[in-house]
């Protein structure tokens, strides 16, 4: 099967499906039908004949035709909604479904007699709507010219149920108006039928949108006010309601015995869905905790019992099979990174078109699987990665010639794993980063001094630094008010870090360093001073006990000698500014790779457990140094340490130890 | 170079959509499309970018395309974005609303692709 029919039946499948669900639904509501049940159904046929239209099953269209124009009618109020109804639109869901099943190159399915069936079926007796009083003298012509068919149709029944009608008015930020939207949305559902959604810009200030919603209710106007804090108008007067008899909530009523099996078994979740398992799976984590803190507890009362002993038994498998569930929703959570890949490829074809530099696109472990979230994340540095390579790493395709370079540039994706971590890099050969340019514009910058001698790789470091562009023009593309100081910042937030390797006239390529998922990880709680903080594994290579004394100094600023290198240190209390402790045997926590790497100073190292990270959020959210909170042992919060930013603060203090004195 | 035109698409149906992407695209290389599965999407990339044209279905759940037309019609900032709407002539009635709207053009689906790219051409007047 062609992927582009592929498609086309997996969207078909998916359209069946929701119109079964909507016939259900209506099917519950037959006395008053559920206006968004029959809408809906009337969508998922005009849909279905959209495509089918597009892709040239041309029976399969004119079917769906039909069929949408009988629930067109009924949604419109033109024709009955029965029992009788229902049952034929179910039949004809069946017979749909069969014959996409069965779609082979192109449908040559005689479809007239179903069409036929369907004609006969809409001709049958109709109610004819009685007429009302016209609407544009109840409701304001201004809304009333921006209503579809359908729309006006369900006010003037609203009307004629005597609702009231309501206008509540919002105004929101343009830059977060869809959650504040939705989340209003959502309540005003619950008081009744949303009729419309008008966005507006008129006397709305610039940065802002104006939404008008339409609401019927047979609830009070200050009632309305209330449920949803916004400015409310009743523009229809109803009548005064006592509230409506509580409906017979589940009606278990068999569903019609069909066939409606999908050819493909894999459903779609909201990534929140998992996450909220997730967070499930971290709160019973504290619960086995609390059991254990019990058995021991229990121990120290009565000594070693068999009741005891069970607990822990009990405890252990509620432990094991924990971490299988957790292994199998962390296994849902991850997606192949070819799908970022490309998304990539997209901006990269069209913008390498836009600029006129012809680029050959090669990608490579497409199929590494790393956590969806962190996917998203990741996305807008990628983004910005590779347009910085279009913009300014590759040259011109006249410039390449005159180098003796191949006319077409190269743009490599590679992504593979590494541990718990994956490794993404892209790579050009472009003319690379121009360490010239760097040096001028740091001495311009005055953040080094004209003689001073460095090394190449700490001059790229600086590209890292907030506000610094070698570039005096802004693109459209890359200039974009994001630097590499926040893609940096990005993958600090997710525990991972980005490298950047380059030869001049020749490649650059960045590598992304991040870990396989962040949801639940295990940590190491350490203690300094009276305080205690949590320490992601994912960063550590290993502690160390050592006496104080063994402590070097190098140029003011203190190391240990690892197996013959100098590791730079950071005491964790100086860092966070906590009371500095005197005793003699301390602990060194190794964390970072490579070259990144330091030991940070802390009192007493705890014990390992598994944290479910939470933002700080609102006013803490800048906080430096901390990843966030965790919850541990009996209701204790603890911070968490953010390993990234105080290997950057401590390989910057010491490189500035070393520049200042050569 | 030629001047870039950049499209806003607004389809609920992924499907369609693409199909409409790649009828867009053959028109030439300056052609870009940009791609909203509805109303809501399409409010958020309107202040992204300077649009040349938009493309847009009627009956999409929230906000349906006559309001999203309202909507650039009535927003100066906007208002100057040509916009072609696509619908079934099942909707005649919303059609007549959204060139009442002020909407330059309409097509019906099912499309012939030749008769899409007159249509917009003919709008962009190119």
New interface residues.
């Given amino acids: 099967m062609s992927s ?1 029919r592929e ?2 039946v997996s ?1 078909a499948e998916e359209i069946l499906n929701e119109a079964q669900e909507y016939l259900l639904q209506l099917q519950e509501t037959i006395s008053d039908p559920s206006p968004d049940a029959l809408n809906g159904l009337f ?1 998922c046929f ?2 279905l ?3 089918s ?3 040239g099953f041309d029976g399969l ?1 004119k079917l769906s ?1 039909s069929l ?2 009988l629930l ?1 009618d009924i949604r419109l109020g033109r024709f009955p909604v029965t029992v009788n109804t229902i049952n034929f639109i179910f039949k004809f869901i069946d017979t749909i479904t069969n014959m996409i099943k069965n779609v082979k190159e192109k449908d040559t399915i005689d479809v007239t007699s179903l069409i036929n069936e369907v004609e006969n079926f809409r001709r049958t007796p109709d109610e004819s709507d009685q007429q009302e009083s016209p609407l544009s003298e109840l409701v304001d012509p201004e809304i009333l ?5 359908y ?1 006006e149709h369900r006010l003037k029944e609203n009307i004629k149920k005597k609702r009231s009608i309501y206008l509540i008015e919002v105004i929101y930020p ?1 830059t977060e ?2 959650s504040q ?1 939705r989340e209003l ?1 959502e309540k005003v559902k619950e008081l009744g039928e949303l009729i ?7 006397g709305i200030p610039e940065g802002s ?1 104006g939404f008008k919603l339409l609401l019927a209710s047979d609830k009070g106007s200050d009632f309305i006010k209330e449920a949803t804090g916004c400015n409310v108008e009743e523009i229809v007067p109803g009548e005064d309601k006592s509230p409506p008899p509580v409906k017979s909530e589940e009606k278990t009523d068999e569903k019609p015995a069909s066939s409606l099996k999908s050819a493909s078994s894999t459903v779609r979740v909201d990534i929140e869905k998992l996450d909220r398992i997730l967070n499930t799976i971290g709160e019973i984590s504290l619960v086995k905790g609390a059991i254990k803190r019990i058995e021991d507890e229990l121990i120290d009362y009565f000594g070693h019992s068999s009741l005891i002993f069970d607990i822990h038994r009990i405890n252990q498998t509620l432990e094991r099979r924990l971490t299988e569930l957790q292994d199998y929703v962390l296994e849902i959570r991850m997606v192949p990174i070819g799908q970022i890949f490309s998304r990539l490829g997209q901006i990269i074809r ?1 913008y390498s ?2 600029i ?1 530099k012809p680029i050959e696109l090669r990608v490579f472990g497409e199929d590494t699987e790393i956590d969806k979230f962190i996917a998203e994340e990741i996305v807008d540095p990628l983004m910005h990665i590779v347009r910085n390579a279009l913009d300014h790493g590759i040259e011109t395709p006249e410039e390449r010639l005159s180098m003796g370079k191949p006319e077409t540039a190269t743009i490599t994706l590679k992504a593979f794993q590494k541990g718990n971590h994956v490794v993404v890099e892209v790579h050009d050969d472009g003319r690379g980063i121009d360490i010239n340019k760097i040096r001028e514009k740091a001495i311009e910058k005055c953040i080094i001094d004209k003689d001073t001698e460095i090394e190449d790789s700490e001059l790229i470091e600086l590209i890292f630094r907030p506000g610094f562009s070698t570039k005096d023009s802004v693109t459209e593309v890359s200039g974009r008010g994001v630097g590499m100081d926040v893609v940096r910042e990005k993958l600090s937030s997710i525990g991972g870090f980005v490298d950047v390797k380059t030869e001049t006239g020749k490649f650059t390529t960045f590598s992304l360093t991040i870990p396989i998922t962040l949801a639940i990880i295990k940590a190491l709680l350490i203690k300094v001073g009276s305080h205690t903080f949590a320490l992601p594994l994912t960063s550590i290579s290993e502690t160390i006990l050592i006496k104080r004394d063994e402590i070097q100094s190098i140029e003011g600023k203190p190391v240990y000698n690892l197996r013959d290198d100098p590791l730079p240190l950071m005491p964790l209390s100086e860092f966070y500014r906590l009371e500095v402790s005197e005793k003699d045997v301390i602990y060194i926590v190794v964390a970072g790779v490579g070259e990144r790497k330091i030991g940070l100073i802390v009192d007493d190292v705890l014990k390992g457990e598994d944290i479910v990270i939470k933002s700080l959020g609102g006013y803490f959210e800048n906080l430096k140094g901390f990843a966030g909170a965790a919850e541990v042992g009996k209701h204790e919060v603890v911070l968490v340490v953010d390993v990234e930013a105080i290997i950057e603060e401590t390989l910057k203090r010491h490189k500035k130890a070393t520049m200042s004195n050569v | 170079m030629k001047r870039n035109i950049k499209v806003l698409i607004v389809e609920d149906s992924t499907s369609t959509r693409s199909m409409m992407r790649s009828i867009v695209e053959d028109l030439g290389e300056e052609y870009y499309v940009y791609e909203a599965g509805n109303g809501f999407e399409a409010l958020k990339l309107l202040p992204t970018d300077n649009f040349d044209l938009i493309i847009t279905d009627i009956n999409m759940p929230d906000i349906n395309g006559l309001e999203l037309i309202n909507f650039v019609k009535t927003t100066p900032k906007y208002k100057h974005i040509p916009l072609i709407i696509v619908s079934t002539e099942k909707t005649e009635d919303d059609i007549k609303r959204g060139l009442a709207l002020g909407a330059e053009a309409y097509i019906t689906k099912p499309f012939e692709p030749d008769r899409f790219q007159e249509t917009i051409q003919k709008v962009l007047k190119v």
Avoid at chain 1, 145 to 149: A, F, H, N
Avoid at chain 1, 196 to 202: A, M, N, R, Y
């Fill in positions: 582009s498609e086309f969207e969508r005009h849909t004949k959209g495509i239209g597009l892709f269209q035709h949408e124009d067109d010219r921006v209503l579809s068919e729309e343009l108006f869809d939207l949305t419309s959604t008008l966005p507006t810009s008129e949108i069209r078109r836009e006129g």
